[in-house]
């Protein structure tokens, strides 16, 4: 937040190793989560680098648990991964990292929905991103 003059974290949702869920900006807040696509997205982050480490097994039940209550609640349609959004910086992201990345499109099927951001067009049709 300091290092980018935020007045709040860039997420709405923080999820920690021990599964437990934190909220950051309100949900009906644009986020700061995901240059050029804040708006009309949910932004959750897990906390740890997934590069280096498997995402523990409460933060997958905790984030799978929170993204469904999201989808029903909100009616959201899509879920994506950080690095599925184009012009994410000159190098781009490895976010959510080679060891979370993998379980998205799984998780979106079991939830009954769309993996990825083809077809975004508006903030009617939300995408839950998610972040390490």
């Known amino acids: ?8 974290v860039a997420y709405h949702f923080l999820i920690d190793s ?11 807040v644009r986020g700061a989560h995901v240059q050029g696509f804040n708006t009309g997205s949910v ?4 906390l740890g680098n997934f ?8 933060q997958i039940d905790s984030l799978e648990r929170l993204v469904d209550y999201l989808r029903y609640t909100y009616e959201i349609r899509y879920l994506a991964g950080h690095k599925d959004y184009p012009d994410q910086g000159p190098d781009g992201t490895e ?7 993998p379980l998205l499109p799984d998780m979106a099927r079991s939830l009954g929905m769309k993996y990825g951001i083809e077809g975004y067009v508006d903030p009617r049709d939300t995408i839950i991103e998610i972040k390490y």
């Open 1 to 8: 937040m300091d290092r980018r003059g935020f007045a709040d």
């Open 18 to 28: 021990e599964g437990i869920i934190y909220e950051g900006r309100e949900i009906n």
């Open 43 to 46: 932004g959750i982050v897990l």
């Open 51 to 58: 590069n280096d480490t498997e995402p523990t097994q409460p």
């Open 95 to 101: 976010c959510p990292g080679d060891n979370l990345y």
